[in-house]
């Protein structure tokens, strides 16, 4: 059974840091792309950054430079290390596990349930 679990989230000032993890319990015998993204109250769900299953990391321009993705494959965990918190990424973040379509996977995504980031002034 395929389950994202986040953990990591809470309550900080601005210009400080956190750092998310997404326990990742996935098919062992397909490829997965990983991914991070948050929705703010009132707003649409928007990307965050993103790890493809060969390493290769994206950003959103408003993380680049701040927020930082790895992954753990030995722990089967994501992460997203951010720093210089604004009250702008105040939000629900969320994990996400894209299955690289093979011979035995079919393409589909696979989200967490979120955990809260909340930066006061």
């Known amino acids: 059974q395929v389950q994202l679990v986040e953990s990591g989230g809470g309550s900080v000032q601005a210009g400080g840091s956190l750092r998310l993890s997404c326990a990742a319990s996935l098919y062992t015998y397909c490829s997965y792309d990983m991914s991070w993204h948050r929705q703010a109250p009132g707003k649409e769900r928007e990307f965050v950054s993103r790890?493809?299953?060969?390493?290769?990391?994206s950003y959103a321009d408003s993380v680049k430079g701040r927020f930082t993705i790895s992954k753990d494959n030995a722990k089967n965990t994501l992460y997203l290390q951010m720093n210089s918190l604004k009250p702008e990424d105040t939000a629900m973040y969320y994990c996400a596990a894209d299955t690289i379509r093979s011979d035995y996977c079919i393409s589909y995504s696979y989200w967490g349930q979120g955990t809260q980031v909340a930066v006061s002034e």
């Open positions: 790890i493809g299953n060969d390493g290769s990391t």
